[in-house]
């Protein structure tokens, strides 16, 4: 399977595997949330970075936002079938990078002490 | 498995999920490569971006790079064990982008012609 040449892949690659979107992606897996919940959930992005990533993510068709009739009017995000099937791919890439952090940080200081 | 708050995590899956390095590491699934030939089986990857994405990946202890004693000297990458323990969340996340690619070009359409 040769990953690297199918046209579109390296382009969705790199949208999902953008670093605010696995996360996002991993934050509304729990439940659906509202935009400033999101923000406080996902560990220093920004209110511009988020909103980006959120309006990506609704044009890929990954998450619906929905306009809630509360007075005064509430939004929230939640994820789509589509998105889901993302989880475990994210999941997976998540706790490699949680179950490595250990050994690359000592690489990393390893190679800056050269 | 709260997967966001991890410190340091966020920053690993902003690098190991970044496209580049997705498709780098996939093309040396396969075997150790030359720069040149590793240029050109990731499509669209510019001089100074793979240069810059094989040293992170050398900072990390990712892949190993080899100086051969031939004349001239040859220069060779290959994916390390930690490496290589990638390879199998980034097949899953190009599978996903695969198998995904139609249905979030026919979303974008629908997002964009509102």
New interface residues.
């Given amino acids: 399977?040769d990953?690297?040449?199918?046209s579109?892949?390296?382009?969705?690659?790199?949208?999902?595997?953008?670093?605010w979107?696995?996360?996002v992606v991993?934050?509304l897996l729990e439940q659906p949330r509202r935009f400033n919940d999101l923000r406080r959930?996902?560990?220093?992005i920004s209110q511009q970075m988020l909103a980006r990533t959120l309006r990506a993510l609704?044009?890929?068709?990954m998450i619906v936002r929905t306009v809630h009739a509360t007075k005064p009017p509430q939004v929230d995000y939640a994820l789509t079938d589509?998105g889901r099937?993302?989880s475990?791919?994210?999941?997976?890439?998540?706790?490699?990078?949680?179950d490595?952090?250990t050994?690359?940080?000592?690489?990393?200081e390893?190679?800056?002490a050269r």
Avoid: Y
């Avoid at 579109?8 to 670093?19: A, C, R, T, W």
């Avoid at 050994?103 to 990393?108: G, K």
């Fill in positions: 399977m990953m690297t040449s199918c579109g892949v390296s382009e969705i690659l790199g949208q999902v595997g953008d670093k979107t696995i996360q991993i934050a959930s996902v560990a220093g609704e044009r890929d068709g589509l099937s993302l475990e791919p994210v999941r997976q890439l998540a706790q490699w990078a949680i490595h952090r050994a690359i940080r000592d690489n990393r390893r190679f800056d």
